[in-house]
């Protein structure tokens, strides 16, 4: 510490923001910005012997003694990232972010700062960007003043004059009489101070030794650092040269300290001896109290409910609400604290003052174009469904005070319902809050419980508007078919109001819904919304949104980046064919993710580092960060040594999946294209179509018969509408056997003592509905006529018992389901041929659809050459 430094004319200035280096203090910085980097690497890292540079302190005011810098500060220094804090910060120049101030806003530099040598270097590498970063142990040696100021490349120069004294002025002043009395002064009263916070702390001891060990010029400058003070403060350390001036001033400074210490027990002590054991519960106010009284602030007594009268005075309530709230406040004022009712009241009262009553968000003027580009780059394709969000759109902008309609998305888990929610939102320039009903049983989560509910809470619609904050956002009511009843009420009927446009005019949400299933919601609840279906993804239109959507979203979640991985194409479409088969995109999107951890390890794996080692000092006092801040800066004691090590990353090449890549992550194919072709090679097996909750999906029917008393066994988890199905389709095969020639095969006689069991595989998935009546009948005529139904056939139909054909739903789901599994034929009924409008051209052109009327009809498309009965009346 005594060693003496040349001070050279000339030195590089590495600016602080807001913060001091005096001479003494050791403090380490982290340098990741261009200037800063480059000023390291000139002016200590390539240097062999201990660079010196000048840290100088920055402030955003003017003041008498400080330099205006403005338009000499170079363009293109980045922020840099702070590394650790836990006490105080520390500030440095950001040059970039000065330069685009305005003139009146000019950044001042002082003219005094302290030169400061290196004492550790290390140098390193951030990762993935791979950006040069410092980390650099200075310490604070003397005072200079700057006498002119220029730029060098990237960083500052100043030429600069030594301000304290040398080593012979030194000795000269330390036998001044004064000087010694004043000194004395000051280390009693540091001493005082020490003694009061070792017993708090035992990490004072170190510092005990260097007040008694260091010399009178060191001790102030020192000991000022050791503890938290104002900029100002620290600036006017900085500026006092004569040595008994600093010494006084850190004697005030360290009194200061002292008192706020003595102040704090003072009050602590006036609070326990205020406290009993029956009322540690007012802790809290005690404390508040007795700092009010010790601060001489006893003019305004504003208890609790005073403030919570303001805040209600300030939600600007409807005069009606307003005129409530008054008479229920009155009310809570006459009650003690102790009361069951009080804790209920009061919470009622404060969910009414933290209702955003007024406040609104702000709407823009409409455009519908921008509107319609910011759902086309969000979503792909889904066209119907754009068309009609951008007519409610053009109606809003037309009449905004017109009522809007209750849309209600239904569609498959994963095609993009929930944000399609949030692009009307952010078209109409709103916020958007999203409320999800799924397993809701309980009529209160809707309506809010009644207040003298033990832990009543207000319901889920008024709880989304007290944390969106406006009175008028998009609010979603998310998965509205799977709420429940029970003795606690039924939430649907609840629902009803909310959602009755005659009922909830006076609020001017706009209330869309999601639904995976209509047929779940309840029929009055239905009829007050309006209907928009969401099918599933072609796969196709699964490859583009994979392309444009989901892979550079995956790959900014995972910190990747395209240079890095890369999934061709045709990876994608295998994925898409084989390990993925639902109409929505989550798991599409999941398996895109688990390609890109399986990338980050490959990645990781590549990293190497590079050290720099040199002695490093360890911590002395508390480690500080800043917001925006060009070096981080921690503060080392003094005679204090710990490593550092420094972490650079290789460069990594391109990682293309392929196959082999798929099979290793993904595992084997969970899918085959041959499936329905194997599956359908044995007599009384076809193949239909179904619609689920999770979008259209391929169901196979199997049949077999054997000796019995003409008994119809089901199996599969059926539901009561698929059985009725199943026993009609036994009903219509055996009142036609004689006319399909099926009365007596093989010497067996189909009408009596023939059990007949029909099965539908993947027994733990619940099936009901009526679109299988023609399959159930084409899987008993191959099974009585032992020939095999067309493998590459597919079909859908409900069945009367007189034969007819009756349209179903869900007809492009099943279509597209049916074009996922490589099915090239599908039957469906005649009536349902207006359905296939909304099936995208490129599965049609791919596809043979084949339209029926009657069960004979389907029939004659469902064998290989044609009806069965045909060829048995041929023979």
């Known amino acids: 510490m005594e060693e003496m430094v040349d001070l050279p004319s000339r030195l590089a200035i590495l600016p602080f923001r807001n913060k001091v280096l005096l001479p003494g203090a050791i403090v380490r910085i982290r340098c990741t910005s261009p200037a800063s980097v480059k000023l390291v690497e000139k002016e200590l890292w390539q240097r062999e012997d201990?660079?010196?540079?000048?840290?100088?302190?920055?402030?955003?005011?003017?003041?008498?003694?400080?330099?205006?810098?403005?338009?000499?500060?170079?363009?293109?220094?980045?922020?840099?990232?702070?590394?650790?804090?836990?006490?105080?910060?520390?500030?440095?120049?950001?040059?970039?972010?000065?330069?685009?101030?305005?003139?009146?806003?000019?950044?001042?530099?002082?003219?005094?700062?302290?030169?400061?040598?290196?004492?550790?270097?290390?140098?390193?590498?951030?990762?993935?960007?791979?950006?040069?970063?410092?980390?650099?142990?200075?310490?604070?040696?003397?005072?200079f003043s700057v006498e002119e100021l220029s730029v060098k490349g990237t960083y500052y120069m100043a030429r600069v004059s030594r301000l304290d004294m040398t080593e012979s002025e030194m000795v000269q002043a330390e036998q001044d009489s004064e000087l010694i009395i004043i000194s004395r002064q000051f280390k009693a009263t540091a001493m005082e101070l020490i003694s009061v916070l070792e017993q708090k702390q035992k990490t004072v001891g170190r510092t005990k030794v260097l007040l008694e060990t260091l010399p009178v010029h060191r001790l102030a400058d020192i000991f000022v650092a050791s503890f938290e003070i104002s900029f100002e403060e620290q600036l006017s350390m900085l500026d006092l040269v004569d040595l008994k001036k600093r010494l006084l001033k850190a004697t005030e400074l360290v009194e200061r300290h002292l008192q706020s210490i003595r102040v704090a027990?003072?009050?602590?002590?006036?609070?326990?001896?205020?406290?009993?054991?029956?009322?540690?519960?007012?802790?809290?106010r005690q404390q508040m109290r007795a700092i009010k009284e010790e601060l001489g602030d006893n003019e305004d007594d504003e208890d609790d409910l005073v403030a919570l009268e303001r805040k209600m005075q300030s939600a600007e309530m409807p005069p009606n609400i307003w005129k409530h709230a008054q008479r229920e406040l009155r009310r809570l004022k006459k009650m003690q604290p102790q009361q069951p009712g009080y804790s209920s009241s009061r919470a009622y009262l404060e969910l009414l003052a933290d209702l955003p009553w007024q406040k609104v968000s702000e709407e823009h003027d409409l455009d519908i174009e921008t509107a319609k580009e910011r759902l086309d780059s969000n979503h792909h394709g889904l066209c119907k469904i754009k068309q009609r969000i951008i007519e409610y759109l053009a109606v809003r902008k037309l009449k905004p005070d017109a009522k809007g309609p209750i849309l209600c998305l239904v569609g498959p888990p994963g095609v993009g319902k929930t944000s399609l929610a949030?692009?009307?939102?952010?078209?109409?320039?709103?916020?958007?809050?999203?409320?999800?009903?799924?397993?809701?049983?309980?009529?209160?989560?809707?309506?809010?419980?009644?207040?003298?509910y033990v832990g009543s809470m207000p319901g889920r619609l008024i709880d989304g508007l007290k944390r969106v904050g406006v009175c008028n956002p998009v609010m979603l009511i998310d998965e509205i078919d799977k709420t429940g009843s029970d003795v606690r009420g039924d939430p649907a009927s609840a629902l009803l109001e909310v959602l009755d446009p005659e009922q909830n005019k006076t609020f001017s949400d706009q209330y869309p819904s999601t639904a995976n299933r209509a047929q779940r919601i309840p029929p009055p609840l239905l009829d007050r919304m309006e209907v928009i279906e969401l099918p599933g993804y072609t796969p196709e239109e699964k490859l583009k949104i994979a392309t444009d959507h989901l892979f550079p979203r995956v790959l900014e979640q995972h910190g990747l980046s395209s240079d890095f991985l890369k999934v061709p194409d045709d990876i994608v479409k295998l994925i898409i064919q084989r390990y993925t088969r639902e109409a929505g995109i989550r798991n599409l999107e999941r398996n895109l993710a688990a390609l890109a951890r399986a990338a980050a390890v490959k990645f990781t794996e590549q990293q190497h580092t590079v050290q720099?080692?040199?002695?490093?000092?360890?911590?002395?006092?508390?480690?500080?960060?800043?917001?925006?801040?060009?070096?981080?800066?921690?503060?080392?004691?003094?005679?204090?040594?710990?490593?550092?090590?420094?972490?650079?990353?290789?460069?990594a090449s391109t990682l293309l999946v392929d196959e082999d890549m798929l099979v290793k992550v993904l595992g084997p194919p969970r899918f085959d294209d041959r499936e329905a072709i194997e599956r359908a090679v044995t007599p009384g097996v076809a193949v239909g179509l179904v619609w689920?909750?999770?979008?259209?999906?391929?169901?196979?029917?199997?049949?077999?018969?054997?000796?019995?008393?003409?008994?119809?066994?089901?199996?599969?988890?059926?539901?009561?509408?698929?059985?009725?199905?199943a026993q009609i389709a036994l009903t219509w095969v055996r009142a036609r056997a004689s006319e399909l020639k099926m009365e007596n095969i093989g010497n067996v006689n189909l009408l009596e003592n023939r059990d007949v069991h029909i099965h539908f595989p993947a027994g733990a998935v619940p099936k009901d509905g009526p679109s299988a009546g023609v399959t159930l009948v084409t899987s008993l005529v191959s099974l009585f006529t032992q020939r095999t139904v067309r493998s590459d056939t597919t079909m859908t139909g409900e069945l009367t018992l007189r034969g007819l054909v009756l349209p179903v739903g869900g007809i492009k789901d099943k279509v597209l389901a049916a074009h996922r599994y490589g099915i090239k034929r599908v039957i469906l009924p005649e009536k349902n041929k207006k359905d296939l409008a909304e099936v995208p051209s490129t599965v049609l052109c791919s596809m043979e659809i084949l339209f029926v009327k009657q069960m004979e009809n389907v029939l004659e498309h469902a064998f290989e050459g044609g009806s069965p009965w045909r060829q048995c009346s041929k023979l």
């Open 692 to 725: 689920t909750s999770f979008g259209g999906d391929v169901q196979f029917i199997e049949a077999s018969s054997m000796v019995g008393k003409g008994d119809l066994h089901l199996t599969g988890q059926l539901g009561d509408v698929i059985k009725e199905s």
């Open 422 to 452: 949030s692009g009307i939102a952010a078209a109409l320039d709103r916020k958007f809050v999203r409320i999800s009903l799924g397993g809701v049983k309980d009529e209160a989560d809707i309506r809010g419980h009644r207040r003298t």
């Open 50 to 143: 201990k660079g010196l540079i000048g840290i100088l302190p920055v402030k955003d005011s003017a003041s008498t003694d400080v330099l205006t810098i403005g338009s000499l500060l170079s363009s293109g220094v980045t922020n840099d990232q702070v590394d650790s804090s836990s006490k105080g910060q520390i500030d440095a120049l950001d040059t970039q972010k000065l330069d685009g101030k305005s003139p009146h806003e000019s950044i001042y530099w002082h003219n005094r700062g302290v030169a400061a040598r290196a004492l550790h270097l290390s140098r390193g590498v951030e990762k993935p960007s791979g950006r040069v970063t410092y980390i650099v142990v200075l310490e604070g040696l003397f005072r």
């Open 612 to 651: 720099h080692n040199k002695p490093v000092t360890a911590s002395l006092l508390d480690t500080r960060l800043v917001d925006d801040a060009e070096v981080e800066m921690e503060e080392i004691p003094v005679n204090s040594y710990s490593s550092e090590i420094s972490k650079a990353l290789q460069s």
């Open 265 to 284: 027990e003072k009050i602590t002590k006036k609070v326990e001896g205020q406290l009993s054991k029956s009322q540690k519960e007012f802790l809290l």
